[in-house]
């Protein structure tokens, strides 16, 4: 019993390390940047410059903004502009596509801190935009192709009209934004003492050491370290932010090193799992409907990422 108390509290000051002095300064400027940016307008001025290309790949206006919040703010930004394609019978099909671009690109969230510790950055905005816009186009021309739209489905999906915006100052948006972050990663705190616990003790019963033993030879043929089935299995099962705080102990430990970590993150840094997912779909009873072929697409672009990382390091 002593030696699981001692588990929990080391957990504890884990994850309380990670949020407060890693996750935490990091969020806090970067959703301040970000509300000012989305409240004076300039998100939804990219989002109609960026359009017309991305139609041909069955991503409609909402679905740009919709990719610009999940690179730029958050995985759970995405919600409200999926809410609005719900309502104004947008047609299933580019829903669908908007959704396995989504699931495919890289999480605001997961991305900045992980940059504070040695993640590259413009490769994975670059993977994210070639791996989103492919999970798109395959679910939009293939996957989806039998999806007959029901009456009263446009298809139109044009950026939402923001309201007219109070007078405020950009110093006040600013805090608004950091205020949200501190939300954030207060919610997040369970999580990540939960998921270190969780593989401390899973470390400690020796079930990681057999599980690597058998995963060690193929992991060893991409460049994947042995304990890769950590931040692997947390973040299929609980999600990206776990998965993050497990990456982070794993860099502190040196167990991982900054390569190997840049070599995983085009398979691990999306938010298609299951916590992200079940998020998402809960815009509305069409997104729901539509899940499995945007899962299917974003499978293929989250593979086409997971290469394109283990031939760029």
Do not use: W
């Not at 999480?107 to 989103?132: R, Y």
């Not at 973040?235 to 794993?250: D, E, H, P, R």
């Amino acid at each position: 019993m002593e030696n699981i108390i001692q588990l929990i509290l080391s957990s504890g000051k884990s994850a309380i390390d990670l949020a407060l002095y890693i996750l935490l300064p990091v969020l806090v400027v970067m959703m301040a940047l970000m509300k000012v940016i989305e409240a004076r307008g300039l998100l939804a001025l990219v989002a109609r410059f960026l359009r017309p290309p991305l139609k041909f790949f069955g991503i409609p206006g909402a679905g740009v903004f919709a990719m610009l919040q999940l690179l730029l703010v958050s995985f759970a930004a995405p919600l409200a502009t999926l809410t609005i394609m719900e309502k104004d019978h947008t047609a299933r099909r580019q829903i669908a596509a908007t959704l396995a671009m989504v699931f495919t690109m890289s999480q605001a969230n997961v991305v900045f801190p992980l940059v504070a510790v040695g993640l590259n950055l413009p490769v994975i905005m670059l993977t994210s935009l070639v791996g989103g816009l492919a999970a798109a186009a395959v679910t939009y021309y293939v996957f989806t192709r039998a999806v007959v739209d029901e009456a009263g489905e446009t298809g139109s999906g044009e950026l939402p009209i923001a309201s007219k915006p109070r007078k405020t100052t950009t110093f006040n948006l600013m805090i608004v934004g950091g205020q949200e972050a501190v939300q954030i990663i207060l919610g997040a705190i369970p999580i990540l003492v939960l998921a270190i616990f969780l593989v401390n003790i899973f470390k400690a019963t020796g079930a990681i050491a057999t599980v690597e033993g058998v995963l060690a030879p193929a992991f060893g043929l991409i460049g994947f370290p042995s304990v890769a089935v950590l931040p692997i299995v947390t973040k299929y099962m609980a999600g990206g932010t776990a998965m993050m705080g497990v990456m982070l102990n794993l860099l502190q430990e040196g167990s991982v090193t900054v390569l190997q970590m840049n070599r995983m993150a085009g398979l691990l840094i999306n938010p298609c799992d299951l916590v992200g997912v079940a998020v998402l779909i809960s815009a509305g009873s069409r997104c729901a409907s539509v899940v499995r072929p945007a899962v299917a697409g974003a499978v293929v672009g989250i593979g086409l990422r997971a290469v394109l990382h283990l031939l760029l390091f």
